[in-house]
């Protein structure tokens, strides 16, 4: 059974930074492929960033694009997300997702495991 853990929320200052994580359990095969969305009251889960098997590939939402960074463990089971110069609008419930495959883009069709989310707060 797979399982994701995310951990690394809270409350930042606007322009701050903050470092998500994400620990996997369960991943059987070494095709998977993993991401983020967030999501707020107000707004459907959104894509954020994801990121291929190997770590080669990455792909990013336009509204998150030069200010975030995925990336991967040397394991493999571990997945970061770094946040700079972050907004009010960043504001959101992060999910840190897997999918059975080499590597996914933005749809959340795409992606079979999620874990249960951390919250991150930016306050202006």
């Known amino acids: 059974q797979v399982q994701l853990a995310e951990s690394g929320g809270g409350l930042v200052q606007v322009g701050g930074s903050l470092r998500l994580s994400c620990a996997a359990s369960?991943?059987?095969?070494?095709?998977?492929?993993m991401g983020w969305f967030r999501q707020t009251p107000v707004k459907e889960r959104e894509f954020v960033a994801s990121i291929s098997w190997h770590g080669a590939n990455t792909y990013y939402a336009d509204s998150v694009k030069d200010r975030f960074t995925i990336s991967r463990g040397n394991a493999k089971n571990t997945v970061y997300l770094q946040m700079d110069k972050l907004t009010p609008g960043d504001t959101a419930i992060y999910y840190c997702a897997a999918a059975d495959a080499d590597f996914a883009f933005g749809g959340r069709y795409e992606y079979d495991h999620w874990g249960q989310g951390t919250q991150v707060t930016v306050s202006s």
């Open positions: 369960g991943l059987d095969s070494r095709d998977d492929a």
